[in-house]
Structures are given as C-alpha cells and as structure tokens.
C-alpha cells in the first residue's frame, strides 16, 4: 500500500536554527497538509498546500514556517527561527481528489528544540 | 471556536468486550467525519470515513447525526491489538484537508 514518508524520524536542533521537514506524499495525490501535535495534546492542522500554494493555513502557522513544494515528489516545512514551543511532532499527510477525501498521515518528525 | 470533544477514557475492556466511544462537534458546516487511530507516539491511521446513513466495516459501525451534532464508534468482539487512542475528526468547513481532532479515547483491551 503507498505511503507518505518523513525524514528525519527525529529532529534535535536549538532555538533560534532553522530546520527543514520533509515529506514524500504519495505519488498520485494532490493535496498536501502539515499538521502537528505537541506532547499530550491534540493533532492541529497548520497548513494544506495544492496546485503549489497554500490554500489554507492556520494562525500557528506564522511568518516562521513555510512550505515549499521543490520538485515532483518532495514537500518541506520550514521553520526559520525555531522556539522551545515548536517542540512537537510534525506529521506530513497527503489527499487524493475530491472533498472529504480522508488524509494518509506520515509517521511523523519528532522535532525536539533545546 | 471549532471544537471536537470526546470522553478520554481510558476504556479498560477485558477481549471480546463491545465498546462504544462518543464524539461531540461544534462546527455545523462540517461535512466530512471520520475515525482514526492512534497507537503511542505514531501517525493517525484512518479507521473508517463516517457517513450520514451509518457504515460498518467489519467489527466496526460508525454513526452520525448531524441534528445532534454526535458521531459514535461501535466496536465488536475487542482484540488486544485494538489498543489504542481513537480519535474523532471532523473537517473544519473551509478547505479540503483541514480537519479539527478530538483529542481521543484512549482504549485498553486486556486478556
């Protein structure tokens, strides 16, 4: 069965670095999303992403993450200038066509900020 | 505010138990519903898209009432490997993709 793939599994990194998440959604999907869930809490949804721009974000995600679509297959978060609340798992997730099309979630970046 | 809400449990059910789990949404313009799963420190997993008629998927059956604003999970015959956190999601009426968890029902099956 396809799936989406996250690298790295685990991210270590200062505050104040900018790190780089990346995603390969599965291949014949379009729509691509961003979400995260800190230590205990719920999964939020930061960002969806089709036809190469954002089509939707959410008010954590600020002037500090973007999303970049580089090349056929990968799909990237950044985050410019991390903080300690930017601790969390990062799952990437992938949609085929068609509203209300459920998500295929990745197993996630652990991204621990120190 | 956009809320989804859910008894956290955690249900403890000895095998073979029938469970049911309980979900709440605020959003009326939600259109799409589902259950995941969620085994420790791991991805959501879809279990099952949750549509107005009912559905079932094996030992699963799923109900929503859009009146009521309520989405209910049934599970028969527990196994051990259905440990884990369930999680009730809605979308959030704007655009594909962007979907409001609960915050789950975390379920312990024991021998």
């Known amino acids: 069965e396809p799936e989406v793939t996250q690298t790295p599994s685990h991210q270590v990194t200062q505050m104040g670095q900018e790190v780089i998440l990346r995603c390969v959604p599965i291949s014949n999907h379009l729509y691509f999303y961003w979400y995260r869930q800190i230590l205990g809490q719920k999964v939020e949804f930061l960002v969806s992403f089709y036809n190469n721009e954002i089509s939707e974000k959410s008010e954590i995600f600020d002037d500090q993450f973007s999303v970049e679509r580089p090349d056929g297959s990968n799909f990237t978060l950044k985050i410019r200038s991390t903080k300690l609340e930017d601790s969390a798992m990062y799952f990437c997730a992938s949609s085929g066509q068609g509203y209300g099309s459920p998500l295929h979630f990745g197993n996630g970046t652990r991204l621990t900020v120190t | ?111």
Not at chain 2, 45 to 63: C, H, I, P, W
Not at chain 2, 76 to 86: I, M, N, V
Request: with cysteine.
């Open chain 2, 1 to 111: 505010r956009k809320e989804v809400e859910q008894d956290p449990g955690p249900f403890n059910v000895p095998e073979g138990a029938t469970v049911a789990f309980n979900c709440t949404y605020s959003n009326s313009a939600s259109q799409s519903f589902f259950w995941y799963r969620q085994d420790c420190r791991k991805e959501p997993k879809l279990l099952m898209s949750v549509y107005s008629s009912g559905n079932e998927d094996g030992r699963f059956t799923a109900q929503l009432n859009r009146a009521s604003q309520y989405i209910s999970l049934l599970i028969r015959d527990s196994k051990l490997s259905d440990s884990a956190t369930y999680l009730c999601v809605v979308n959030s009426g704007g655009s594909q993709g962007n979907l409001i968890f609960g915050k789950g029902t975390k379920l312990s099956v024991k021998p």
